[in-house]
């Protein structure tokens, strides 16, 4: 009697294995209700521990609302450290968006931070992450390192710089360009849509492309998004929960007198 191969839990990477592009957001803001919502419209949510208010029981909490839809959870750490990256794995976060990546030894670090030995130094010990996916411990183990998101964001010259070694590093899922700090790694925040600052971020999305990785971003607009999907892109953050929310309230008020 044979046993049928198992189901990945994630299903990011089958979408971008054929080209479809998948849309989702940035959860800066402590709520499991907020989860709740936007995990009816996303194929993904990225928990923010690296910028926001947001502690490890609350991105717990967060992990789990998206139970029950086709939302995969993610997680963003502060720093490109496994220790950082091991917890949010072990609670059912099926990917690691690590930021500040500059250099190969960069992303080889990120990288084995996901998988478990030979591939990798994960440590052993998702406690939680089996009750949020409804599957055995043994199941869960069986496919971690696939499930596992390794997404890498591109914000700093040195990594444009270093684009062509940063993507040749076996392991990255996902390489993301993060356009706030690549302008302000060139003194240029606040401007993302300064020459120079575009420059940049053409010649890591040239890197990125070529490399066959699949690439994402953030597309302030539709006709913005329409474009980077013409161009490839496949994960693309339609924003950050509180921009949506500003977006929203915009909205609503359009077209009252007041």
Request: negative net charge.
């Given at each position: 009697m044979t046993t049928a191969p198992l189901t990945p839990l994630n299903r990011l990477r089958k979408a971008w294995r054929d080209k479809r592009p998948t849309f989702g957001a940035i959860a800066t803001i402590p709520s499991i209700q907020t989860v709740q919502i936007m995990a009816q419209s996303l194929d993904w949510i990225i928990v923010d521990l690296e910028h926001g208010p947001i502690d490890l029981g609350t991105a717990h909490a967060m992990i789990v609302a998206t139970s029950g839809t086709p939302c995969v959870p993610m997680v963003r750490i502060a720093a490109n450290e496994p220790h950082l990256a091991k917890a949010p794995m072990d609670i059912g976060a099926l990917g690691i968006n690590f930021p500040m990546i500059c250099n190969r030894s960069d992303a080889q670090k990120a990288a084995r931070s996901v998988r478990y030995p030979p591939k990798g130094d994960r440590l052993w010990?998702?406690?939680?992450?089996?009750?949020?996916?409804?599957?055995?411990?043994?199941?869960?183990?069986?496919?971690?390192?696939?499930?596992?998101?390794?997404?890498?964001?591109?914000?700093?010259?040195?990594?444009?710089?270093?684009?062509?070694?940063?993507?040749?590093?076996?392991?990255?899922?996902?390489?993301?360009?993060?356009?706030?700090?690549?302008?302000?790694?060139?003194?240029?925040?606040?401007?993302?849509?300064?020459?120079?600052?575009?420059?940049?971020?053409?010649?890591?999305?040239?890197?990125?492309?070529?490399?066959?990785?699949?690439?994402?971003?953030?597309?302030?607009?539709?006709?913005?998004?329409?474009?980077?999907?013409?161009?490839?892109?496949?994960?693309?953050?339609?924003?950050?929960?509180?921009?949506?929310?500003?977006?929203?309230?915009?909205?609503?008020?359009?077209?009252?007198k007041r």
């Open positions: 010990g998702p406690f939680h992450a089996p009750f949020r996916w409804g599957v055995t411990m043994n199941d869960y183990m069986a496919t971690a390192d696939d499930d596992m998101v390794c997404m890498i964001t591109i914000e700093h010259v040195d990594a444009v710089n270093r684009i062509d070694e940063i993507m040749a590093t076996p392991g990255i899922d996902l390489a993301v360009i993060g356009s706030g700090d690549l302008a302000t790694s060139i003194n240029k925040r606040g401007l993302p849509d300064d020459p120079e600052v575009v420059a940049l971020m053409q010649r890591a999305e040239e890197g990125i492309m070529k490399s066959g990785v699949p690439i994402g971003g953030v597309a302030r607009t539709a006709e913005q998004a329409n474009a980077m999907i013409d161009r490839g892109y496949l994960a693309l953050a339609l924003g950050f929960d509180w921009s949506l929310f500003q977006r929203g309230i915009a909205a609503a008020f359009a077209g009252i």
